[in-house]
């Protein structure tokens, strides 16, 4: 009997990542028997699944977007480990992406396989800090897998959020940002640089503001737009998700200064197609500093790349001498982060 | 720099007119000379440096960027100059102070191709990464953010409550950074001198007919005619000859209309229409072709001499404001015609002639004689008073354009497309079409044509309304509408195209009545569009 090769236990399929030996797959992008759920983005995790293992905020957000989960869940609190079939072991480690979001660590036949998930490296008062793990393989996204990707500091961003407000008197500010993490990060962000003002939502929002609240993040004074007088909205700012922005519920507000806080508004370009006129680059995501300077941490023997611009990560890691492969794998999203 | 590089910033981003006029005067005002005149031009005509092509950046990159992540960079980012701002490594420790505009200009003006790559890497060393997008748009001359001079010199008044007719006389003939301009306009000096350069003079416009008659003791007709309004100016001094076309925005277009240009001789600004002769010899005068011969010879720096055979260009003639320098625009425009008629005889006879006034007893014979026009050159009638000195922009009461009535035909809504701006939330840009035949035994619904003005605010919450509720399918931006709406559509003229599956064209269609009482298999048929063909 030879030795299997190694690394060999874990495979990508098209779908998600499967561990062989629990028969277990990572954020699958169809239902599954038991699923290790990194964060609780949709397209990251889906329903439907016999077994969920997750971080316990992870699993609230799910079942608050799903109703309450109908099957088993494993909560696997941050540091903690779960032992699967087969004998691997699941630890969950913070990926500092949104609220509940993990690494997962795995361990089997005496190698160690971290799956990052997303995540980012800059503080975000809504969750706590990417963790660096020693690990064999390392399997990254690189959703701004690109050297133009720098994101600048938040405060800068938050500063120019503000003037606008200030400068645009009479007018409200409408904030596009994904309804689960850059939304409450914009708000808690907004709150650490001393607005004390109510900041508005979208009915979108709501929900998942309270459970961040509920969660111990502290948003202050939220308000729905539904039904507040359009006077009441002048100079306020208003937090929706990017659907909402140029849609007929945008008519409601005070002329609204149409902003977006994502990474991809590093491009002048993609801020004028969605007819931004004041572009936010706030993201969730690793930007191109924060996932190389990552890679070189972790100092893997390998490095697997997952979603997002691959081509340009894999140069990198040609160029630094670094083993790296990618990995095809389909249902992941990037358009609105 | 890095205000230039903030008002650049928001000038791409800000999608109405009025907001980029308010960011362009507040920089002006807030900037001091020579900066504002050279972000001015910078922004306008853009700055040569012969020295800095965007070969350089790609250079200047390929020295600090391995070639694989700068092609899938640029690729990705679609720009150039953005990627490279994006991507230039900034140097350790602290930045040197950022570099004023002045000082980029400056530096670059002095720059040879062979000192280029260090001058230009010493700049963007300076720089955060919105100077430098900024630094490397200024320096290849490659803004494209959509200012117009006009829009400019519209911002320019606005900044220090100055006439933006009085802006537009003294614009030409300045060049950046414009102090003398500035020196007018913000510090109160003389304004520059105009009358030695062939100088731009702003256009006097007219108002829209709306009174139900006019006296014409008061007031002379002419035909308007249907090509592009400009403006001819002649100087002979110590400088030198020169003439120079102008259109209606104050663009100078000689050199698409070389036949014109050189054919005056005389030292005078006249004002006309350039038209060109074609097949089409009518009206009273003869010899102008349709609009869309004329279209032609339009949006062309060079002119090929098949089309200077093909389309030769005239100008009929409507005034004349300077005259061997003597300025006759306080005169009255009875004074101007006299002295207009005296001197078209001792000009060229096949590059100009007079737009004749229109004999008329009275208005009611006017009004006989505008419907019986069926010449196509012909776009209306102008009615000037008498006594109207020639004065910049429009001024209520001295001319006014009485159009001919427009077409009509009823078309079917297919397709509506958001707008941008205050409209991005409505179906605001709308495509219709009419039958190919007989919509009863089978035919098809083919587009003719696109409007998105000639409703009002409540048409336009119906429009959209109904846009959403009979959408039939969807393509990006477009819905297609299950063709249920009929539109009543105004337009000016149609043409023979080839370009159009329909094969017309129509001139400034325009959604004059939302037809809800018709049903769609009423609207009309594609032949009686091609009815109305006029050439």
């Not at chain 1, 007929?248 to 370009?269: K, N």
């Not at chain 2, 003398?180 to 100088?199: H, I, K, S, V």
């Not at chain 2, 089978?442 to 587009?447: F, Q, V």
Request: hydrophobic share 40%; proline share 6%.
């Amino acid at each position: 009997m030879t030795m299997a090769p190694p690394f060999s236990w874990l495979k990508p399929e098209p779908f998600g990542l499967h561990v062989i030996p629990a028969d277990a797959w990572i954020d699958p992008a169809r239902a599954v028997d038991t699923a290790l759920v990194t964060h609780g983005h949709a397209d990251h995790a889906r329903g439907g699944h016999g077994l969920t293992v997750a971080t316990p905020e992870t699993l609230a957000i799910m079942a608050l977007r799903y109703g309450v989960l109908e099957t088993a869940a494993t909560p696997v609190a941050y540091g903690e480990t779960v032992t699967l079939k087969g004998g691997v072991k699941a630890t969950y480690l913070p990926a500092g992406h949104v609220l509940g979001s993990a690494q997962i660590l795995l361990e089997h036949a005496g190698e160690r396989v971290i799956v990052t998930g997303d995540y980012k490296r800059r503080a975000d008062p809504t969750c706590p800090p990417f963790q660096v793990t020693p690990c064999d393989v390392f399997v990254t996204e690189a959703t701004f897998g690109l050297p133009v990707f720098r994101h600048p500091p938040i405060a800068d961003e938050m500063a120019k959020l503000l003037a606008a407000r200030e400068n645009e008197q009479g007018r409200c500010v409408l904030v596009g940002a994904y309804a689960l993490g850059k939304a409450q990060r914009v708000i808690a962000e907004l709150r650490a640089a001393g607005y004390n003002d109510t900041i508005w939502l979208h009915g979108a929002m709501e929900r998942m503001c309270r459970l961040y609240q509920d969660h111990g993040v502290d948003l202050g004074d939220l308000q729905a737009v539904a039904g507040a007088p359009k006077a009441a909205l002048a100079n306020a700012i208003i937090i929706c998700p990017p659907s909402a922005l140029n849609d007929r519920w945008s008519r409601r507000l005070p002329e609204p200064v149409t902003a977006m806080a994502s990474g991809w508004m590093r491009v002048r370009q993609r801020a004028r197609q969605r007819g931004v006129e004041l572009p936010l680059i706030i993201s969730d995501h690793a930007d191109w500093d924060e996932l190389t300077q990552t890679i070189g941490q972790v100092n893997p023997a390998e490095t697997w790349i997952t979603h997002g611009r691959e081509e340009a990560l894999l140069r990198w890691c040609e160029l630094t001498q670094r083993k790296a492969r990618a990995l095809a794998l389909v249902g992941y999203e990037d358009e609105d982060d | 720099m890095n205000r230039f590089a903030a008002l650049l910033d928001a000038l791409v981003l800000t999608p109405s007119r009025n907001a980029k006029l308010a960011l362009l005067a507040d920089y002006m005002r807030e900037t001091p000379d020579p900066d504002r005149g050279w972000a001015l031009a910078a922004l306008t005509d853009g700055l040569d440096f012969p020295a800095v092509k965007a070969s350089l950046i790609r250079s200047l990159m390929a020295q600090r960027v391995d070639p694989v992540l700068w092609t899938l960079s640029r690729d990705y980012v679609g720009d150039t100059a953005e990627t490279a701002s994006l991507l230039w490594p900034e140097p350790p420790g602290t930045r040197l102070p950022a570099p004023s505009v002045a000082e980029v200009v400056e530096t670059l003006h002095a720059t040879t191709r062979a000192t280029a790559p260090t001058i230009l890497a010493d700049l963007l060393d300076r720089l955060d990464v919105n100077g430098r997008y900024a630094l490397l748009k200024l320096a290849t001359g490659a803004m494209r953010i959509g200012i117009s001079a006009r829009l400019a010199k519209v911002a320019f008044a606005q900044a220090f409550s100055v006439s933006v007719e009085d802006v537009e006389e003294y614009w030409h003939g300045q060049a950046p950074p414009y102090t003398p301009l500035f020196d007018w306009a913000a510090n109160g000096a003389e304004p520059p001198r105009t009358d030695l350069l062939p100088l731009f003079r702003p256009f006097m416009l007219a108002h829209p007919l709306e009174a139900e008659s006019l006296d014409l003791k008061d007031y002379a007709a002419e035909w308007k005619w249907d090509g592009i309004r400009v403006q001819i100016v002649h100087v002979a001094n110590e400088l030198g000859r020169e003439t120079r076309v102008y259109s209606r925005s104050g663009d100078d277009i000689s050199g698409a209309f070389p036949e014109v240009t050189a054919a005056l001789t005389t030292p005078c600004v006249l004002d006309g229409e350039l038209l060109v002769r074609g097949a089409h010899q009518g009206g009273e005068t003869g010899g102008a072709a349709s609009f869309n011969a004329l279209q032609q010879r339009l949006g062309r720096k060079t002119v090929s001499k098949a089309m200077l055979a093909d389309y030769p260009a005239f100008v009929r003639l409507y005034d004349l404001l300077i005259e061997d320098g003597e300025d006759l625009r306080e005169w009255s425009w009875e004074q101007r015609r006299a002295r207009l008629e005296a001197l078209v005889p001792r000009l060229d006879a096949t590059r100009f002639d007079i737009s004749q006034v229109i004999a008329a007893r009275d208005f009611d014979d006017l009004a006989e004689t505008r419907s019986r026009a069926r010449d196509e050159a012909i776009e209306g009638v102008m009615l000037k008073r008498r006594d109207s000195p020639y004065v910049a922009g429009r001024r209520t009461g001295l001319w006014y354009k009485w159009k001919r009535d427009p077409l009509l035909i009823d078309c079917v809504l297919m397709y509506a497309q958001r707008g941008s701006g205050k409209r991005s939330s409505f179906y605001s840009d709308f495509t219709f079409g009419c039958w190919n035949g007989d919509p009863d035994a089978g035919a098809e619904l083919l587009p003719v044509g696109k409007a998105y003005f000639g409703f009002t605010d409540e048409e336009l919450k119906f429009l959209d309304r109904h846009v959403r509720q009979h959408t039939i399918g969807k393509f990006g931006p477009v819905r297609e509408t299950d063709k249920s709406l009929v539109f009543e559509v105004a337009f000016d003229s149609v043409h023979a195209s080839k370009r159009h599956k329909s094969g017309v064209a129509m001139r400034f269609p325009r959604i004059s009545r939302i037809r809800t009482d018709k049903p769609a298999h009423e609207a009309d048929r594609l032949d009686a569009l091609k009815a109305l063909i006029a050439d």
